[in-house]
């Protein structure tokens, strides 16, 4: 099956950094999702992003398909961006199944 | 617009008791349906999923099982729970046959004592 890495696996930051989250695949991809998970445990749903760059608010993304990575940027980070920032990739021989990185635990620090 | 709900949201279950954990989707049809699983720690590990009614997939051997009586509900199941099972399940959804993202429902947060 694929592997997926995560990096850093842990990220402190104080409130008004920037950071770059990266997320490495070890095979071609159909899709390619990046979730924050709240301290609820509520997966949220922040970019689908199987190639190219993609923009909401402070966050953005790009994903190189060939070069097998993507990168998640956090701008202006706030303590409620504080939480686990997972990437997920659904590969050709997977019959639309994720398989999860290990996540980046992000806090944020007021 | 598209919603998932599951429940309980939290359940306290002692060893060797049975569990039934449920999901439904609102606003599709023919959904793809998924169980996860959140050890303690990060990792997300897939279980179960289903591409219709009374179709399931098993990606781990275990004492859990699942059913999809009907085309939006997702059942997860156990007849004798171990300590082994604690953790945070999360069921989601997807348009079937197709590329498109997974949604995730609120999670339910098991502990076995």
């Known amino acids: 099956g694929i592997q997926v890495e995560q990096s850093p696996p842990d990220l402190i930051l104080q409130e008004g950094a920037n950071s770059t989250l990266r997320c490495n695949f070890s095979d071609s991809v159909n899709n390619l999702q990046w979730f924050h998970q709240n301290p609820w445990g509520q997966l949220i749903n922040l970019f689908y992003?199987?190639?190219g760059t993609k923009q909401n608010g402070r966050l953005s993304a790009t994903t190189v398909a060939t070069e097998r990575y993507s990168l998640l940027y956090i701008s202006s980070s706030q303590t409620t961006d504080s939480g686990v920032y997972f990437c997920?990739?659904?590969?050709?021989?997977?019959?639309?199944?994720?398989?999860f990185g290990k996540g980046t635990l992000l806090t944020v620090n007021p | 617009s598209q919603t998932i709900h599951q429940w309980p949201a939290t359940l306290v279950q002692p060893v060797g008791s049975p569990l039934s954990l449920e999901c439904t989707v609102e606003g599709t049809s023919n959904p793809n349906l998924y169980w996860y699983r959140q050890a303690a720690g990060r990792g997300l590990q897939l279980l179960f999923y289903s591409v219709g009614i009374g179709q399931i997939s098993s990606e781990v051997p275990q004492n859990l099982s699942a059913s999809r009586p009907q085309d939006r509900q997702f059942i997860l199941s156990s007849k004798k729970l171990l300590l082994s099972d604690s953790g945070f399940y999360l069921c989601?959804?997807?348009?079937?046959?197709?590329?498109?993202?997974?949604?995730f429902g609120p999670g339910t947060r098991l502990t076995v004592t």
């Open positions: 992003i199987p190639s």
């Open positions: 997920a990739v659904e590969w050709g021989g997977s019959n639309y199944k994720l398989t």
């Open positions: 989601a959804w997807k348009k079937q046959w197709s590329s498109y993202e997974q949604y």
